[in-house]
């Protein structure tokens, strides 16, 4: 899957203060005296790489190349908070003879060609996203400061990580190989600009926001993406965030330990981490007859990195299985925050099978992520085809309804790809089942048409109102029947329903 899109000015502003050229309201007559104003939007596309105009030479030195790119500093200052300070006061680069453009040295730890499609960004050109490309864009995005870009990539990599979970380890996959450049020590014509090492590299932290949203991601697909070869090649730092989370998505919490073991014996340099990551398994929700026989559970828990923090850990959590209940309270309440959370279960948000093409969704949590935009559901399968449930908390564009959508995953579609689909979707009332609020329709999905239920699905004041029982214990609970979904034909009706539009603000169009 990719996606094309463009910054509509270098900045993302729409109206940048260089790209304006406002007139004087023009004259008035008594019967007209409104004013008007006219206003200029600059197109700067055609400057990209352009030697005319041109007052830098940017030489990228780069992972796996160099070149030389023209650049305009108004463009770059404008589009940059970066280059808005490394280009200004005592690091601006002075002119060369006879007005030849000024060089910058850019070495940078990305790609050439990631390198060169942020520039094109800057120039207001239109882009494409990649799994390959996104990851490298959000980190110069966050380091040269276009706010936009970075927006763009979290929007693109959270629709294409939800449909399949394991995509989360390919983007954390790239070469660690680290650039040589150095902060510039000196003005003239030649300064050199450093972009910080690759942020996948055991030297620098992952990007914060793309770490937060595979741990997410995988959370609420454990079970599924920990069993998946590609498992194995997970990064400690992604392993610790989503260990981390209360709705990790597994029935036992001794399947969290199995994973966790698989994974550190894949790799002999893991054993190092394995204190740190024991800490996060959740050890008094295990079984007694388990934790009596755990230390023949798997060899690396007899090893000198595992023993003693194995043995804290078996030792506080019979203690607190043995505990009267008045003392369990007790236990959680003196015991510091990281301690605690080891004494709370695990509250997964799982869609389980309730019938013959039923499943529900059971959202928990859910004070946690009301604030969320949009939230999706872990994907489930029916009549061969992986679906998964969208859930705007907030509304799709509007704020007086919550609203809810079946959808698909477009990279796993064949060209030409659609099928109708006839479904009833439902907001459980967990009080009264017969105040359940429940709407059916059936639309075309296809390669154009990813999703499709209602925006208006449920009205807020209803939802959240504790007169109702939408929402029980912080939970929230959803359901869909499929009646029947069969080849698809253009031009079909779709009453009741609707698709998503796209996310306001987003200049965008799929391909």
């Given at each position: 899957?990719?996606?094309?899109?463009?910054?509509?000015?270098?900045?993302?502003?729409?109206?940048p203060?260089?790209?304006?050229?406002?007139?004087?309201p023009?004259?008035?007559?008594?019967?007209?005296?409104?004013?008007?104003?006219?206003?200029?939007?600059?197109?700067?596309?055609?400057?990209?790489?352009?030697?005319?105009?041109?007052?830098?030479?940017?030489?990228?030195?780069?992972?796996?190349?160099?070149?030389?790119?023209?650049?305009?500093?108004l463009?770059?200052v404008?589009?940059?908070?970066?280059?808005?300070?490394?280009?200004?006061?005592?690091?601006?680069?002075?002119?060369?003879?006879g007005?030849?453009?000024?060089?910058?040295?850019?070495?940078?730890?990305?790609?050439?060609?990631?390198?060169?499609?942020?520039?094109?960004?800057?120039?207001?050109?239109e882009?494409?996203?990649?799994?390959?490309?996104?990851h490298?864009?959000?980190?110069?995005?966050?380091?040269?400061?276009?706010?936009?870009?970075?927006?763009?990539?979290?929007?693109?990599?959270?629709?294409?990580?939800?449909?399949?979970?394991?995509?989360?380890?390919?983007?954390?996959?790239?070469?660690?190989v680290?650039?040589?450049?150095?902060?510039?020590?000196?003005?003239?014509?030649d300064?050199?600009?450093?972009?910080?090492?690759?942020?996948?590299?055991?030297?620098?932290?992952?990007?914060?926001?793309?770490?937060a949203?595979?741990?997410?991601?995988?959370?609420?697909?454990?079970?599924?993406a920990?069993?998946?070869?590609?498992?194995?090649?997970?990064?400690?730092?992604?392993?610790?965030?989503?260990l981390?989370?209360?709705?990790?998505?597994?029935?036992?919490?001794?399947?969290?330990?199995?994973?966790?073991?698989?994974?550190?014996?894949?790799?002999?340099?893991?054993?190092?981490?394995?204190?740190?990551?024991l800490?996060?398994?959740?050890?008094?929700?295990?079984?007694g007859?388990?934790l009596?026989?755990?230390e023949?559970?798997?060899?690396?828990?007899a090893?000198?990195?595992?023993?003693?923090?194995?043995?804290?850990?078996?030792?506080e959590?019979?203690?607190?299985?043995?505990?009267?209940?008045?003392?369990?309270?007790?236990?959680?309440?003196?015991?510091?925050?990281?301690?605690?959370?080891?004494?709370?279960?695990?509250?997964?948000n799982?869609?389980?099978l309730?019938?013959?093409?039923?499943?529900?969704?059971?959202?928990?949590?859910?004070?946690?992520?009301?604030?969320?935009?949009?939230?999706?559901?872990?994907?489930?399968?029916?009549?061969?085809?992986?679906?998964?449930?969208?859930f705007?908390?907030?509304?799709?564009?509007?704020?007086?309804y919550?609203?809810?959508?079946?959808?698909?995953?477009?990279?796993?579609l064949?060209?030409?790809?659609?099928?109708?689909?006839h479904?009833?979707?439902?907001v459980?009332?967990?009080?009264?089942?017969?105040?359940?609020?429940?709407?059916?329709?059936?639309?075309?999905?296809?390669?154009?048409?990813?999703?499709?239920?209602?925006t208006?699905?449920?009205?807020?004041?209803?939802?959240?109102?504790?007169?109702?029982?939408?929402i029980?214990?912080?939970?929230?609970?959803f359901?869909?029947?499929?009646?029947?979904?069969?080849?698809?034909?253009?031009?079909?009706?779709?009453?009741?329903?609707?698709?998503?539009?796209?996310?306001?603000?987003?200049?965008?169009?799929?391909?």
């Open positions: 899957m990719s996606l094309v899109f463009s910054s509509s000015t270098p900045s993302g502003d729409p109206d203060e260089w790209a304006r050229a406002i007139t004087p023009r004259a008035t007559t008594p019967s007209s005296s409104v004013p008007e104003r006219a206003r200029l939007t600059l197109d700067v596309r055609h400057l990209f790489n352009e030697e005319a105009l041109s007052d830098i030479i940017l030489r990228l030195q780069c992972l796996d190349g160099s070149a030389a790119i023209y650049g305009h500093r463009v770059l404008v589009s940059s908070s970066y280059f808005s300070s490394a280009l200004s006061k005592q690091w601006q680069p002075t002119t060369g003879q007005g030849a453009p000024s060089e910058i040295t850019m070495r940078c730890d990305e790609k050439l060609a990631h390198v060169r499609t942020f520039l094109e960004f800057l120039y207001g050109r882009v494409e996203l990649t799994l390959d490309c996104a490298p864009l959000l980190r110069l995005s966050d380091f040269y400061g276009v706010d936009k870009l970075g927006e763009l990539c979290l929007d693109y990599l959270e629709r294409v990580l939800h449909p399949e979970p394991t995509r989360c380890f390919q983007l954390f996959a790239e070469p660690n680290l650039g040589t450049g150095g902060v510039p020590d000196g003005m003239g014509a300064v050199a600009l450093y972009l910080a090492p690759n942020a996948l590299s055991p030297q620098a932290p992952a990007q914060p926001r793309l770490l949203l595979c741990a997410e991601v995988l959370a609420r697909s454990f079970s599924d920990s069993v998946h070869e590609k498992f194995l090649s997970c990064p400690t730092e992604l392993l610790l965030a989503v981390q989370r209360d709705d990790l998505s597994v029935d036992r919490e001794v399947e969290v330990l199995a994973a966790l073991l698989k994974w550190a014996a894949h790799e002999p340099s893991r054993e190092g981490s394995l204190g740190e990551l800490s996060l398994v959740r050890w008094p929700m295990i079984t007859e388990v009596a026989e755990i023949e559970f798997h060899a690396l828990l090893t000198e990195a595992a023993r003693v923090p194995l043995r804290e850990h078996l030792l959590a019979l203690k607190y299985q043995a505990a009267s209940p008045n003392r369990k309270q007790s236990i959680v309440r003196d015991s510091i925050p990281d301690v605690a959370s080891r004494y709370r279960p695990r509250t997964p799982m869609v389980r309730q019938g013959e093409g039923k499943f529900c969704w059971t959202l928990k949590n859910f004070s946690r992520l009301a604030t969320e935009e949009r939230i999706y559901s872990p994907p489930f399968t029916f009549s061969g085809i992986a679906f998964m449930l969208l705007f908390p907030r509304g799709n564009q509007q704020r007086e919550a609203s809810l959508y079946v959808s698909v995953d477009k990279t796993k064949d060209p030409g790809w659609r099928r109708e689909v479904f009833t979707l439902c459980v009332d967990q009080k009264e089942s017969l105040c359940s609020v429940t709407k059916s329709t059936h639309g075309e999905l296809s390669n154009q048409v990813l999703d499709w239920g209602f208006e699905l449920i009205q807020l004041s209803s939802l959240n109102s504790p007169s109702h029982g939408y029980m214990e912080d939970t929230l609970q359901t869909i029947q499929f009646e029947r979904v069969t080849e698809g034909s253009s031009g079909r009706s779709r009453p009741g329903g609707h698709s998503t539009p796209p996310a306001a603000g987003l200049a965008n169009r799929l391909i």
